[in-house]
């Protein structure tokens, strides 16, 4: 966190509105509203899909027609009017783009806005970026160097077009068509999404990075990722998210689906910056994801999350320890303010022998917000000497905000040990008064106590990650106090 | 330095402060001392600013403005250090980024450059050998699971750091072992100069061995009621606080 300067920090405060509200002229390609099997036949064919593809989605869409909208959150909304969404939009483009150079120059500044310059971040990190704007992949680097170690990232229409047997193999493996409302709706409509392949025994020699950003008022965005390490490989994945201001509600239903092989290891990080919705509560971003991923022997899936944005966010990331000796882990910051929603933990499922899972939750509540965790430890019958430990606090700010944790823990295996700790604290008029007697000015001072109760999980992040989270934790909370 | 006169003040009604004198010039160094409850700490927090206490009278120059209309935190950036009774913990926050932000934020306010990270780290070593501060705990989280006297050590390493015009102790000697007293005062007295002042609260005459004071004053019910050179403070620890409270009450009559 060496780079992260206080006059950065300072600028970020300055800027009181929600700083990536904007959008871009691109002209988008896009279908009417509403949704039934030829809309969904008209995506698919747009998408040039092959038949198996449109038969996933045709039949994901029969099970969604047969499905309610989930309604035990600790959340309230008024439900998505499915049949006013448009679910297809793509930026016209005549042609796909050979080089970076070829890339519409509006796309690049939408891109430098948000502050990831793809020539910055090819020339300095080493990250390759494969940038969704609404709902198709326009630019994709570092292919070469990762496909000379057979590692494949690219676009999910793209792998379903170039890499249909994997696709075939182990897409709906984890999260079945069935598995919720959300995720069904999702496998009837998704339009792109990211793909990661790493080979046996491949370490991916660098961060993979995904920013999406939905762009077209109005648009659902239904977002698709599977990411498979082979036996004994491993990757780190990087998913950011920034979202134009808008007025109308936005859904966001994505599905992501983790598959660790024997002795293989993924890290998957997100950066959740969608639009919260104004100071009053109108408007922001519905975020509805399902994410799940399962271990083979002798694996390790981690999923760390900084959560800041969306209006309402319902997510569980989870981790079915299915192979002996596999590991699980979950580390978690959601914060909301103002009229924020948040209904969010884990599932960690053990059925393999010696699985171990850990569970670190950092809630913080600010305005008038309702932060809750919720989060399931299952132990199964076979389960023999499985491990959790979980944590889970609350940081209040104010008095009119609320924190909920929901635990459940289902045992089936006495061997089994499970720890679970939590806390609740407010933010002390002691802390912030020895800060300011330092010099500190109050946005400052909260800043540092929030990061300093984070640190775990931002521990967790890469280092690029862990100095934007930060400041993201700071813009969210501003004005919170006081 | 600083010139506090007729000070008023009072916590959820009751009157703590009653009409309170005090005048520090720059390069001198005052012990406050006084029996428990007689309002030395919140003397200390009103000057630092802290909100819970309201003047109801009186006023206090510091450094030729108005203190009293200052925040908290630009009490602090003109200058006036407060070394907490009970050092609040920061969990989290390790103690070089707490003071590197706090001195960046200090100099800004000064229009100072931020310092680098080369001097940073300089100061650092140079500052924790004077108070002999462990080096460890100067990348731990700020006084979180420090004992009683790393607390207290831990104040005036960040003193050292933020070089205060007016420093202000409250009883940072209690609890410290009597090595840890020895340098806690050679910190202190490094940091003597014509430009800088001290209030030291205390309850005991022994720092003052160390600290030379140039007064002493005593804090009865909210007034100092008695002032002195550091005489004073002997005579104190041999009598204890009843010949002043007598001589009080027969002058009330
Ligand atoms: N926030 C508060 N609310 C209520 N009473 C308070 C508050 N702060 C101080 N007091 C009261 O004011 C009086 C003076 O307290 P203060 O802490 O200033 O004493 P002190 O001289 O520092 O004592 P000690 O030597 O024990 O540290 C005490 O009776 C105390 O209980
Ligand atoms: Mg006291």
């Known amino acids: 966190m060496s780079n992260y300067t206080e006059t950065d920090l300072e600028k970020d405060l300055q800027d009181q509105e929600y700083k990536y509200g904007f959008v871009t002229n691109i002209e988008s390609d896009k279908i009417p509203v509403g949704l039934n099997e030829d809309i969904i036949r008209l995506i698919s064919s747009k998408k040039e899909e092959p038949n198996w593809m449109l038969d996933y989605r045709l039949k994901a869409f029969a099970v969604w027609q047969t499905m309610t909208e989930p309604e035990w959150g600790h959340v309230h909304y008024e439900k998505p009017k499915f049949d006013e969404i448009a679910y297809y939009s793509a930026p016209k483009q005549s042609k796909k783009y050979e080089s970076w150079e070829d890339v519409d120059p509006e796309m690049k500044a939408t891109m430098k806005k948000l502050g990831i310059s793809m020539e910055e971040q090819m020339r300095l990190t080493g990250v390759a970026v494969d940038f969704v704007m609404d709902s198709v992949s326009v630019a994709t680097s570092f292919k070469s160097k990762l496909s000379e170690l057979g590692i494949i990232f690219c676009s999910f229409s793209e792998a379903v077009k170039e890499h249909p047997e994997l696709v075939q193999k182990y897409m709906g493996t984890v999260i079945p068509t069935s598995d919720n409302f959300y995720a069904a709706l999702n496998s009837a409509v998704f339009t792109d999404g990211s793909f990661c392949y790493i080979p046996k025994g491949v370490r991916c020699p660098m961060e993979l990075s995904t920013y999406f950003r939905i762009n077209e008022g109005g648009t659902g965005q239904f977002e698709r990722t599977l990411v498979i390490a082979d036996e004994g490989a491993y990757v780190s994945y990087l998913e950011g998210c920034t979202a134009p201001q808008r007025d109308e509600n936005q859904l966001h239903a994505a599905v992501v689906e983790l598959i660790a092989l024997e002795n293989a290891e993924i890290k998957y990080s997100t950066v959740q910056n969608w639009y919260p919705g104004d100071k009053n509560g109108l408007g922001g971003i519905y975020n509805f994801v399902t994410k799940r991923g399962i271990c083979e022997r002798k694996s390790k899936i981690s999923w760390t999350q900084v959560e800041t944005g969306s209006a309402v966010t319902w997510k569980y990331p989870s981790c079915i320890l299915k192979g002996d000796y596999s590991i699980g882990e979950f580390y978690s910051v959601a914060v909301t303010n103002n009229y924020q929603q948040a209904d969010t933990g884990t599932k960690m499922i053990h059925l393999g022998k010696n699985t171990k899972s850990t569970i670190i939750s950092k809630g913080i509540s600010a305005g008038k917000s309702q932060n809750s965790y919720r989060g399931l430890v299952q132990i199964h019958k076979n389960a023999k000497n499985a491990r959790n430990f979980s944590q889970c606090d609350s940081l209040l700010m104010g008095d009119t905000c609320g924190a909920h944790t929901f635990p459940y823990i289902e045992c089936k295996n006495p061997s089994a040990k499970i720890e679970h700790e939590a806390t609740t604290s407010k933010i002390g008029e002691d802390q912030l008064f020895y800060c300011k007697q330092r010099g500190l000015s109050e946005e400052k001072a909260i800043s540092l106590i929030v990061n300093g109760y984070c640190k775990e999980v931002l521990n967790q992040l890469p280092m690029e990650f862990a100095v934007e989270a930060q400041k993201l934790l700071a813009i969210s909370l501003e004005g919170s106090v006081g | ?253």
């Open chain 2, 1 to 253: 330095m600083i010139n506090i006169v007729n000070l008023h003040a009072e916590v959820e009604e009751k009157k703590i402060l009653k009409g309170l004198n005090l005048n520090v010039k720059a390069g001198e160094i005052h012990a406050i001392m006084g029996p428990n409850g007689s309002g030395k700490s919140t003397l200390a927090s009103i000057l630092a600013g802290k909100e819970d206490y309201t003047v109801t009278a009186g006023n206090v120059e510091f450094d030729g403005k108005d203190l009293l209309e200052l925040s908290t935190e630009d009490r602090a950036r003109q200058g006036l250090f407060l070394a907490f009774q009970y050092p609040i913990e920061i969990p989290g926050v390790s103690n070089v980024n707490f003071l590197k932000s706090a001195l960046n934020e200090i100099r800004e306010y000064r229009g100072e450059e931020q310092i680098s990270a080369k001097d940073f780290l300089a100061l650092v070593k140079e500052k924790s050998a004077l108070v002999e501060l462990d080096s460890k705990l100067a990348s731990r989280s700020v006084n979180e699971g420090f004992s009683g006297g790393e607390k207290k050590r831990n104040e005036i390493f960040q003193m050292a750091m933020l070089n205060p015009k007016l420093a202000i102790l409250d009883e940072t000697d209690s609890g410290l072992d009597i090595d840890a007293l020895r340098i806690v005062a050679n910190g202190v007295n490094k940091l003597r100069s014509p430009k800088n002042a001290a209030i030291i609260i205390t309850h005991y005459q022994r720092l003052l061995d160390y600290i030379i004071p140039d007064f002493v004053h005593v804090l009865y019910d909210g007034r100092i009621v008695k002032s002195g050179g550091k005489e004073l403070a002997l005579e104190l620890e041999e009598k204890g606080y009843d010949w002043i409270k007598e001589e009080l009450a027969s002058n009330a009559e």
